[in-house]
């Protein structure tokens, strides 16, 4: 389809463009102006795509969500809050898609050091922001991308000027109130050479409760909400300079979730991602990394599916100078009818010798109307590499289930302990105290474990 | 204690064990012996309720109780312990969670209130000394990266703690060095009580050198061709299995 009329989202644009952040910068118009031609063009992507073929996205398109333009954040209640907004960290709060500085925390922040909203950065430093937008996600990729470049109202700035180690997290808190709303954020993070950042990306619905169990599906508690949160995050990595990127996706039931992270890395700049998918109805996540010379990145990955969930990861690592490592480790957990989607793409380019990468990707499936699709891509050009790939779709081991019941322990306990701990291998890698206990909390809801000191796990 | 009547086994439709019969007491040291294929670790799993094995006919009863017809669990906290051959890695289940919930299981088991933490901690850590262990094994994942010897120890100070009645050792032997066959010996010479039996089932008479057995028995083409005392172990480590086998024959 090539007609104006491929999304009916399009036809919506002009009414909420007056609202739209960037009005006074002709760079920023033009940039949406192609996006919205680019979108409207095509509309959301279709599984006839190759690298959408899992995902079928037709939903948000019958739905039509509508942007939020009401920029309070007065519906979200302080105590809920504190379950999800993380302490010792600076927080950026976006609440249908807008800066709420009502909820948000960031005094005290090193004064050469920029974390501030979209729509601040617009204003302030348009110059950096147009240095940046666009540079890491490319428009043409799928056309989330353009939509997101036409439709943002606002996310996350981070500037973290050259050799600056921040000494805490700054978390990025995402939330959705309404049924129906629709949460179009853009965030750029850029740590300059010797920089070292870590951000925290948290997307939540706020009927989901405390310990991240879906609150509509706990008696007496109301229906889900429906909604679209359509993100996309650019990191750019300076030479030698170090982010990590924990997102913790625990959307409504109802939801459907497209987030993007998109990293350009410099010579010798490392970088680390926690990818936990546990929420919506519909989730997609897309990372995708440019190794320079010699950088490292590791992506881990943690999916949870339950009932018709479809959490659909799509990585993407480009090889594009010698000497580059990557590692690469996925887990999911598919019960019900869940449907689990890995797609893993290593691209080795003909100049990048010396490549060292290694890709996993590891599923339990808990029922046998479970599914999962699991797709790792190897394209290597150079001929001097080492690349390795690996996947395993299954159930628990009988072994390790015998050997835990002739120590006592029940068969259904012993299941849910092996699932825990496979799991829990992922949650382990969190380093940042607060959020792993979060994390773990969450996990700990979906697979129960009796008596046990947290300590121990 | 452990009463075994002409037991009789099928592994895909093979029958394995031929009639066994086997009577051990409280207190008592039971060697089986044989060689590779004879049945013995059969024995050991059909004992603990391993799946994939048959019992075509015969009984086994434990206390009173029908063995073969309990979950492997229940034979668990009744006080049946399989200490394997090849212990199990289990990632991400840690040495102490393990042991905690089988502790509770137990006294679930028997109507006692779950032990306390206090109490706990410092019943595991008296054992993990006994043993001669690092207090660091308790917080490692199960068995994950251990070394042959440290599996075994491990199984050991499970069996420490959950103080079983009926301790069945599956080739504990196997893949231990000097140093690690001594201080597994000696931990389960400490655990020799009048309430407590062993059955154990190894290849070589090494074992026996440290833990000394009441009765040895060996078991060829699935069934008990000879019975005797601790000096049929030494006999068959000079003249081998053979000697047995051709006299059945």
């Known amino acids: 389809m090539t007609t104006a009329t491929a999304s009916r989202y399009a036809a919506e644009y002009q009414t909420i463009a007056p609202a739209l952040p960037g009005q006074t910068l002709p760079w920023l118009q033009a940039l949406r102006a192609e996006a919205l031609m680019a979108f409207s063009a095509q509309g959301f992507p279709s599984p006839r795509e190759e690298e959408w073929r899992y995902t079928n996205v037709l939903g948000i398109e019958k739905k039509l969500f509508a942007p939020s333009i009401d920029l309070t954040g007065s519906d979200v209640d302080a105590d809920w809050l504190k379950a999800y907004q993380l302490e010792d960290t600076w927080s950026v709060v976006l609440v249908n898609g807008h800066f709420s500085a009502e909820l948000s925390v960031l005094e005290g922040l090193p004064e050469a050091v920029s974390v501030m909203s979209m729509a601040d950065a617009l204003a302030k430093q348009p110059g950096t922001v147009e240095k940046y937008l666009g540079r890491a996600a490319d428009q043409s990729e799928h056309s989330f991308i353009a939509f997101n470049t036409a439709w943002f109202t606002d996310g996350l700035f981070v500037h973290v000027p050259a050799k600056v180690v921040l000494d805490k997290p700054i978390q990025l808190l995402h939330i959705v109130t309404g049924s129906n709303a629709m949460a179009t954020t853009r965030n750029i993070i850029i740590a300059d050479a010797l920089a070292e950042v870590k951000v925290i990306e948290t997307f939540v619905g706020t009927d989901i409760a405390k310990d991240g169990v879906y609150a509509a599906s706990l008696s007496g508690t109301g229906v889900a909400n429906a909604y679209l949160t359509a993100a996309v995050t650019e990191v750019f990595v300076g030479a030698c300079a170090d982010v990590t990127l924990y997102k913790m996706q625990s959307e409504s039931e109802k939801a459907y979730h497209f987030g993007g992270s998109y990293i350009k890395q410099a010579r010798d700049a490392r970088f680390t991602h926690h990818n936990f998918a546990f929420g919506g109805l519909l989730a997609r996540s897309d990372i995708h990394v440019d190794l320079d010379h010699a950088s490292e990145c590791e992506l881990n990955g943690l999916y949870l599916g339950v009932k018709r969930q479809h959490i659909d990861n799509h990585t993407r690592i480009n090889h594009l100078k010698p000497y580059a490592v990557s590692r690469e480790l996925y887990k999911g957990v598919m019960d019900d009818r869940a449907r689990g989607v890995f797609q893993g793409r290593v691209i080795v380019a003909e100049d990048a010798q010396k490549t060292d990468s290694q890709m996993n990707n590891r599923n339990l499936l808990l029922s046998d109307d479970a599914e999962v699709d699991t797709k790792p891509q190897l394209e290597i050009y150079a001929d001097d590499v080492k690349c390795g790939h690996g996947v395993t779709v299954g159930q628990l081991d009988e072994k390790s289930i015998f050997y835990l019941q002739s120590r006592c322990v029940d068969e259904e306990t012993a299941r849910n302990m092996l699932t825990f701990a496979f799991a829990n291998e992922m949650v382990d890698k969190i380093k940042i105290r607060s959020l792993h206990d979060r994390v773990l909390e969450q996990v700990l809801a979906r697979f129960p474990q009796q008596g046990v000191d947290k300590e121990w796990l | ?249």
Not at chain 2, 28 to 48: D, Q
């Open chain 2, 1 to 249: 204690m452990l009463s075994i009547k002409n037991l009789t086994v099928n592994v895909n439709d093979k029958q394995i064990l031929k009639g066994i019969n086997l009577e051990i007491k409280a207190g008592e040291i039971h060697a089986i012996m044989g060689p590779n294929g004879s049945g013995k670790s059969t024995l050991s799993h059909v004992l603990s309720g391993k799946g994939g094995y048959t019992v075509t006919g015969g009984s086994a009863t434990y206390q009173g109780k029908d063995l073969l017809e309990m979950a492997p669990e229940i034979r668990a906290r009744e006080g049946v312990f399989l200490a394997f051959q090849y212990p199990v890695e289990i990632p991400g289940v840690s040495n102490i969670y393990l042991l905690k919930a089988a502790l509770n299981s137990i006294r679930k088991h028997h109507g006692q209130p779950e032990v306390d933490a206090m109490d706990f901690l410092t019943l595991v850590k008296d054992k993990v000394r006994l043993l001669e262990m690092d207090e660091k094994f308790l917080y490692r994942a199960v068995n994950e990266g251990f070394s042959g010897g440290e599996k075994k120890r491990n199984e050991i100070l499970q069996m420490a703690i959950l103080e079983p009645r009926l301790c069945i050792m599956d080739e504990t032997d196997s893949g231990l060095d000097i140093d690690a066959l001594k201080i597994v010996s000696e931990g389960v010479n400490s655990l020799r009580s009048p309430e407590r039996a062993f059955v154990m089932v190894t290849h070589y008479q090494r074992l026996l050198d440290y833990i000394k057995p009441d009765k040895v028995h060996v078991l060829a083409h699935g069934q008990i061709v000879k019975s005797g005392g601790a000096d049929l172990a030494l006999e068959l480590e000079e003249k081998g299995y053979s000697w047995v086998e051709e006299a059945e024959a």
